[in-house]
């Protein structure tokens, strides 16, 4: 006997593809994320808030912020502030000059004008989507915001509708229930809020605001789409048209 016939027989491997050795996926380097806001998130929002209250369209005059006595104020060094001035710049409310520093922008009337139009384009769609996604309860709530104001009671509550004025457009722009929607049109509704506040008590816009919007709930309420978005479209660019005859303070 042939001892090399005992020998075990290694199945042969030919014709047969390798085995594929899979490299493992990539992945990013994580870091632990804060549970809470940083300096930089906190100045950013206190400066905005600041910058929104503020009259800026009361006087031509420069509105400069000190970047160093802010982070004194604030309590933090100046790289937050730096870094929420930087955010600010690129959201269009600071301007920064070399050499001389950083400024509160104040729009001139074609840029207002230019916002108002993209407000009602916005505005007015979200509109329609309230007549076909708000529920009546969200509608009613619109109506409930006027009740301190009707029976000629708006000339001795004029500041506070100029703040129901603002919350009644941005409620237009949340009950659309379009995330998309909301999204585009919140940088803006931030530069919006501030020239609304200086137009609504010029000439006798409170009186016309007020009843447009008025024509504007009804309209929601009966669900009369088309009506609705050209009532709010409407509205918005009557604001242009009056920023366009009467704010020379702009340009």
């Not at 959201?91 to 139009?117: A, L, N």
């Not at 009707?150 to 722009?173: K, P």
Request: glycine residues 2%; without cysteine.
């Amino acid at each position: 006997m042939n001892t090399r016939d005992l020998t075990p027989r290694r199945p042969s491997l030919r014709g047969r593809a390798p085995a594929t050795v899979r490299a493992p996926l990539a992945q990013p380097a994580l870091e632990p994320i804060a549970t809470t806001p940083s300096f930089k998130h906190k100045a950013y929002t206190a400066l905005k808030n600041a910058i929104v209250q503020m009259d800026i369209y009361r006087s031509r005059d420069d509105i400069r912020l000190d970047e160093r006595k802010l982070a004194q104020d604030f309590g933090i060094s100046r790289t937050p502030v730096r870094e929420a001035m930087a955010q600010l710049e690129s959201e269009g409310f600071v301007r920064s000059v070399p050499r001389r520093g950083i400024y509160v922008v104040r729009k001139t009337k074609r840029e207002v004008i230019e916002m108002i139009t993209a407000w009602a384009a916005l505005e007015s769609m979200a509109a329609r989507l309230i007549t076909q996604n708000a529920t009546d309860e969200e509608i009613a709530g619109l109506r409930k915001m006027f009740t301190t104001f009707v029976d000629g009671r708006l000339r001795a509550h004029l500041d506070e509708y100029s703040d129901v004025n603002i919350e009644f457009h941005q409620s237009i722009i949340k009950l659309s229930h379009n995330a998309v929607l909301t999204d585009l049109a919140e940088n803006l509704f931030t530069h919006m809020r501030m020239i609304r506040r200086k137009t609504i008590v010029e000439k006798d816009r409170a009186d016309r605001s007020i009843r447009d919007h008025m024509n504007i709930i009804e309209a929601l309420e009966s669900r009369a789409t088309d009506r609705a978005e050209e009532l709010v479209r409407d509205h918005a660019l009557g604001l242009a048209a009056h920023v366009a005859e009467f704010a020379d303070y702009l340009d």
